[in-house]
């Protein structure tokens, strides 16, 4: 079994926390990640019928999309089941640890999903979130060192640039230094001047995991003073933000675009808003936010889409939209379940990439509190 820490430590590399958004609580919401896991569950919620389901597989550790504890609890009793439910989580050393907006945000996330099954090219996201700019560390060390080094960051995330990962540059030179006669030198004697043939090792990185990259070289480094640069780099910034914006192959009528987003969407119903002065519709230009996006049509608009589809509209928000000019679909918030399976996924490829031996389970209990007669 593997350390819960050493599985978040490689879901937060794929979904960090910090590109959630301001104020959201994600991250470890009940128990501990300090202890050895086998069985990890992936749930869109965590409700009582789902931490029954947990107890019931003997779950060590459940990753959820929604955390549990959203807004501040006010009492912890056992009388009512949505708080019995965390004595539950506790009684069965079950952590909870939560992914929510950061989840819609990551490239190849949640809303990306959502294209896949639609048909949708990306071209953009709806709207922008946070921008990431890049710095550049070179080091020097032994030549004998240079490869434990450059693998130790390229795991830490250093060097991926696009579709590439592990991108360094490596040129070798002659190092001079004079040990004191306090110091405790890895090569060369106190008080003697000393050669050493040294590589030095250039990495880029996005600013955000500075601080790891950093530990990561003073871990692998045999020298105990380091010389070493680190400085910002004019690259183009990354950039990341909440929903996408695409096309379809080709254009649909509305009708038959219902449709399709009812059988990618796993949905039996949806809510619809057509402007009253589009006669006979057709769409190619799509806008998508999973769960409540409604705030953000002003931004489809921006980006000429000619459908919005987001859910938990709001009844007077509808009717700017369809002021607008706007078609848009609700299919409801329960779609975002699509994350159990897609995750699990990633989970099981994550598991022959590490060689972990852990068990991974998609919740089957449906969350949903909505039916449709």
């Known amino acids: 079994m593997i350390n819960a820490q050493t599985f978040i430590n490689r879901f937060e590399q794929y979904c960090p926390q910090w ?177 050493v043939q040294e590589a030095k090792v250039e990495v880029v990185f996005p600013e955000t995991i500075e601080k790891t990259i950093l530990q990561v070289m003073r871990e692998h480094h045999p020298y105990e003073e380091i010389a070493y640069d680190l400085f910002s780099i004019d690259a183009p910034a990354q950039s990341f933000g909440l929903g996408r914006v695409g096309t379809l192959p080709k254009q649909l009528d509305l009708t038959a675009f219902i449709e399709k987003v009812k059988i990618a969407l796993q949905v039996d119903d949806l809510r619809v808003v057509v402007p009253s002065q589009l006669t006979e519709p057709r769409v190619q230009r799509i806008a998508i936010c999973g769960g409540s996006g409604e705030k953000f049509y002003p931004s489809a608009l921006k980006q000429g889409a000619d459908v919005y589809i987001t859910g938990d509209l709001y009844y007077h928000t509808a009717q700017d939209m369809q002021s607008a000019g706007l078609i848009a679909i609700d299919p409801g918030h329960y779609i975002e379940s699509l994350c159990k399976e897609k995750f699990v996924e990633k989970f099981e490829s994550w598991k022959q990439e590490e060689q972990w031996d852990l068990d991974f389970f998609v919740s089957e209990t449906n969350t949903n509190p909505f039916q449709f007669h």
């Open 19 to 195: 590109l959630a958004e301001e104020g959201d609580p994600v991250g470890l919401q009940i128990g501990t990640l300090n202890k050895p896991i086998q069985r990890v569950m992936m749930t869109l919620d965590v409700r009582p019928e789902v931490v029954e389901e947990a107890i019931a597989k003997k779950i060590d550790l459940l990753i959820a999309k929604h955390p549990p504890i959203f807004r501040p609890i006010k009492q912890l009793t056992t009388d009512e089941p949505q708080e019995k439910m965390y004595t539950d989580l506790l009684k069965h050393d079950i952590a909870v640890y939560a992914a929510h907006t950061n989840m819609d945000i990551i490239w190849d996330g949640l809303n990306d999903w959502f294209c896949e099954r639609l048909g949708i090219q990306v071209e953009n996201y709806l709207v922008k979130t946070h921008e990431v700019g890049y710095k550049k560390l070179a080091v020097y060390l032994p030549v004998e060192d240079a490869t434990i080094m450059r693998e130790a960051l390229a795991n830490a995330g250093a060097g991926r640039l696009g579709e590439y990962s592990g991108a360094s540059f490596t040129s070798v030179g002659q190092g001079r230094f004079t040990p004191s006669q306090q110091a405790h030198p890895a090569i060369g004697t106190s008080g003697k001047a000393e050669k």
